[in-house]
């Protein structure tokens, strides 16, 4: 047992800190840091500078223009950018379609869209979710009718991240409705600006516009759109998924969260002390420290054994679930820390102006970030449906 | 023993649960009474008792009403306990909105009152007080050469200014700055800690009936949700998995209603009784409202997390509920000091 990593590993977390030491904008990590939503240009802006130095598709194989890291390295370089306050990366590209064309794709897809991906020409968003088809997303309805060379496509996706900035869809669609759900799903890839689609902001409570809805009506998308083969649908969704998890844990995010934490514990007073003395507060906050520090170890396990080669499988739910407890706790540590002031609630949801929180820096995001974070046990799969796999896959039961 | 209400208790709810839903304004909660149950017979109401409030905020939170009614209970009581009987008239049909100005900035839950007066002008700042963007009478606490004292103060004079920001609750908050704004001296020359005290027991009373009435609309939302939401060909409250959930949250949601109980009935006993019933009930009531939010929203899935969707302003103001009066922590210390006191 050594827990410790490698010396090739210790000079890679050096490489990269060096690298975002001097190549990370400050005004980026500034709003990373003070939760404020990036826009297009941030986000591309970053794409644009991993990007330059290769390390924008640390995940895909070199001769695609990726790092090839392995899951060791994943772990360092998403660890460190984390705790750096870097934006994070898109992943609808990166993470999730590009290892599906690797996969799956014609070699006419993958030469097209890849480079694209890397460059920045395309903004990708995921059309999975349907209002009636959550959790039990193989009911999905939309629909994909073979007209010619060209499928019509009929429906409603949900929960479209970023969709607002995105310029094509991948989406689940419904190409046989005479067989069981899940063997009559295909892989479509859609742009945006194709008549028929329609985008809407779907508000959330912290008043953030993350989200959409994408109504496709009479959508027509050429076949050479289709993903696989017609009816491959789930197979392509259940593959993309176990890239969707990598860094599901967020062992990163919830250090960086944790720090953030104790600054505003060491501001905050209480009692004319500091409330990181008080010993309630203190306890709340070394409780939920000591479980990320367990945390962390399991989720390097996990990494370890997936670098010497173990399939990703259902440990993916339970770092999703304890990943997400932890994050949750921490914000809402944050959220009593800043004490009264969670009371002054700012929000374009609630007002429609852009009124600033008249307390300290730290105050404003508090409350916001906890209600927003509740997605987490939510999406990708709720924390039920992971209670369900591991009782299913791993227990037996 | 009698855990039902009296006849007038359920009929002022009753009416007044079928205004709430009928979208009442100011001007007709205070025609039905809301106000005047606030108060005792002397004062001018018709009530004033801890059931009385009780009854009166579980129907506002079953509403998620945010009209300032327990500011101007809180501010009136207040005026009420300085003699300010006009005043209190006024408040009582509904053309006094007072609220209270009390907390100040960087105290957490403790209330150190810095600001002071002299002669007819008060300075300082007071921090998220609730309602004073729609109050057309701020009563203040300030230190004077008698130590802490209450004042009356217009909230459009010269040298009062409010920066105001939507809440958490709903409704809006402000911070006011007095900078030599003209403050009228009210009440005894002492004692004012004493009647602060004891009205802000009766807020924080209050503000947890508010709170199990938001609790109860959360919990039919939820249940109604469960039996028509249906994933995977049935209703997803047929998985013992969110049975269970839901389960334990009505034995929560109980509890608090015992311990809004609790301190109704004893909002009137020695002050140390009921600072010990207050900082109980605030503390599960607190800890309950967090968790009905967290569980509702999950129990929903996505949609919950959408504005378009009624539980979100609900979720805040559950939320809300442990950032206001001391949280959970706050009356922890404070009943544990109590206890060892006594």
Redesign the interface.
Known sequence: MDLSYSAEDIAFRDEVRRFLRDKLPPELAQKVRSHTLLSKDNFERWHAILNERGWLAGNWPKAFGGAEWNAVQRHIFEEECALADAPRIIPFGLHMLGPVLMKFGTKAQQDHYLPRILDGTDWWCQGY?EP?A???LA?LRTTAVRDGDHYVVNGQK??TTLGQYANKIFCLVRTDSNVKPQAGISFLLIDMDTPGVEIRP????D?THEVNEVFLTDVRVPVENLVGEENQGWTIAKYLLTHERTNIAGVGFATAGLAALKRIARA????GRP?AE?P??AA?IARVEMDLMAMATTNLRVIAAAAAGAAPGVESSMLKIKGTQIRQAINDLT??AV?????????E???GTN?????PDYAGPA?PV??NY??I???GG???IQ??IIAKTMLGL | MDFSLTEERRMLADSLRGTLKRGADWSQLAELGVLGALFTEDEGGFGGGGFDIAVVFEELGRAGSTAPILDAGLAGGLLADCCETALVERVIDGTTRPAFAHDEPGNRYDATVRSRASGDTINGAKSMVVSAEVANLLVVSAQDQDGLSLFAVEPGAKGVSLRTVPALSGGQVSEITFDNAPARRIGPSTGAARLIEYRLAAATLALCADALGTMETVKEMTLDYLRTRKQFGRPIGSFQALQHRMADLVIEIEQARSAVINLAGHLGAQPEQRALHVSATKNIVGRTAHLVAEESIQLHGGIAMTESYALGPLARRLIAVDHRFGDEDWHMERFIALRTAS
């Not at chain 1, 009124?355 to 307390?359: F, N, Q």
Request: overall charge positive.
């Open positions: 979710s009636e959550g959790s039990d009911s949900t929960w779907i508000v959330l409570i008043g905050e007073r209480a009692g409330l008080n309630h507060f709340r959220r009593r004490g009264p002031w969670a009371m002054a609630f700012p929000s949801a609630v007002e009124l600033s929180h008249p307390g409350a906890y209600l509740r997605k046990s939510i999406y709720s924390n039920e209670r369900g």
